[in-house]
């Protein structure tokens, strides 16, 4: 049996020995479409290729998994690094650090860094706030520790989580005054703050800053802070990174 389809009528003409039958397609049952197939088309005759999962039991057709683990990538301070192969699929993914550094633009190549520290009404550092008085950090700065929390030195570390490869250009504090309700902003130098760049050996601070910390003292006074009659009070930290 032969069939051809009448595409203006929605028939299909039966050609069986030369006589023509004309038939609706739902009133042709689908053994009519077989006949001339021989044995027909077996799942088995069927198989899967790149990126395409087939089940030759049951026909059944899937997209294959790849090793990208699903998820969300990408932030402000990091862009999605996705490798893509020939049939348009990611097969790989994963965060890299965006040129600069991090969440803060500062233009022209640059970019900012900065966490808020708590101080005690005694000036020492106020480990029941944050992570040991140490909150809102941006992400970019790795990890910051709290070293010493007493009021005559309060040394803090920062490793930039290598994200960078060059020390700040830059530092600046504003430091609350709980007595006028406004911020003091001061640019700290090395005269005023112990700062000391620490670096693994072998490496340089012009290219090479990886998981080397920058340690500082940042008394409350040094940081502008001030507070009376037994109030608390903080500073906000802020670096300048050049990319």
């Not at 402000?76 to 890299?96: E, H, K, L, P």
């Not at 600069?100 to 550092?125: D, M, N, P, V």
């Not at 290598?162 to 709980?178: A, D, E, R, T």
């Not at 670096?199 to 001030?226: C, V, Y």
């Amino acid at each position: 049996m032969t069939e051809t389809v009448d595409r203006t009528a929605d028939e299909v003409i039966l050609l069986d020995n030369g006589s023509q039958k004309r038939k609706q397609f739902s009133e042709i049952p689908l053994s009519s479409f077989n006949n001339d197939l021989g044995s027909g088309i077996s799942l088995t005759d069927i198989s899967g290729t790149t990126g395409i999962d087939y089940d030759n039991t049951t026909g059944e057709i899937a997209l294959a998994d790849t090793a990208v683990t699903p998820g969300s990538y990408g932030s402000s301070t990091q862009a999605a690094s996705i490798t893509v192969d020939q049939q348009g699929r990611i097969t790989s993914i994963a965060n890299a650090p965006i040129s600069g550094g991090g969440g803060g633009g500062g233009g022209g190549g640059t970019s900012f860094e900065y966490f808020k520290l708590h101080y005690t009404a005694g000036g020492g550092i106020d480990t029941s706030q944050g992570t040991n008085g140490i909150s809102d950090m941006i992400s970019g700065l790795g990890n910051v520790s709290l070293n010493n929390a007493s009021s005559n030195s309060c040394e803090i570390e920062v490793d930039f989580g290598g994200n960078y490869s060059f020390p700040p250009i830059g530092m600046m504090s504003y430091g609350l005054s709980q007595a006028t309700a406004e911020y003091n902003i001061k640019q700290p130098s090395l005269v005023d703050v112990s700062t000391t760049l620490k670096l693994d050996a072998g490496s340089n601070p012009h290219g090479a800053l990886a998981s080397a910390g920058i340690t500082m003292s940042l008394t409350r006074g040094e940081t502008g802070a001030s507070s009376t009659f037994g109030q608390v009070s903080h500073a906000w930290i802020y670096f300048t990174m050049g990319s």
